[in-house]
């Protein structure tokens, strides 16, 4: 169930209603509404004539995710794959989709920051390892 969208920051409320839209398109509007998610993707390049792959792009996509039901702790939302549902809880610090557009960008740029610190993290150890491997000092080490 991707119905994801471009996400274009210039103009977010186009964006948000572009994703709500191709939602509806497939399947009836959701009687409780939609809960948001950002996510990057990677797309794969075509093959050059010489079956040799280039190079592919990264796309930022919002995903509008209908809400099953709703209670008090929070919201029920289908699964990706269009086959069973999903709890999303109110109160956590990380949730999976939230209500709405902002605080999904907000998500998705906490998640990216972290990712980015993990993988320089795993560089710098990789550095390390590798002076300590060959006597080069750091500043050698590419």
Not at 48 to 76: F, H, N, Q
Not at 78 to 98: I, Q
């Amino acid at each position: 169930m991707a119905y994801n969208t471009p996400w274009t920051p210039r103009e977010p409320d186009k964006a948000v209603a572009a994703a709500i839209s191709r939602v509806e398109q497939r399947r009836e509007p959701a009687p409780y509404g939609y809960l948001f998610r950002i996510e990057d993707v990677n797309y794969a390049g075509p093959l050059d004539e010489y079956d040799m792959p280039t190079p592919g792009r990264l796309a930022i996509e919002i995903e509008a995710i209908p809400i099953r039901s709703v209670t008090k702790c929070g919201w029920t939302i289908e699964a990706r794959n269009g086959h069973g549902w999903r709890f999303v809880s109110r109160e956590t610090r990380k949730r999976y989709a939230l209500p709405t557009w902002r605080e999904a960008v907000e998500s998705f740029v906490a998640r990216k920051e972290r990712q980015a610190s993990i993988y320089e993290a795993r560089a710098s150890k990789a550095r390390y390892a590798i002076r300590e491997a060959t006597g080069l000092p750091l500043s050698l080490v590419k």
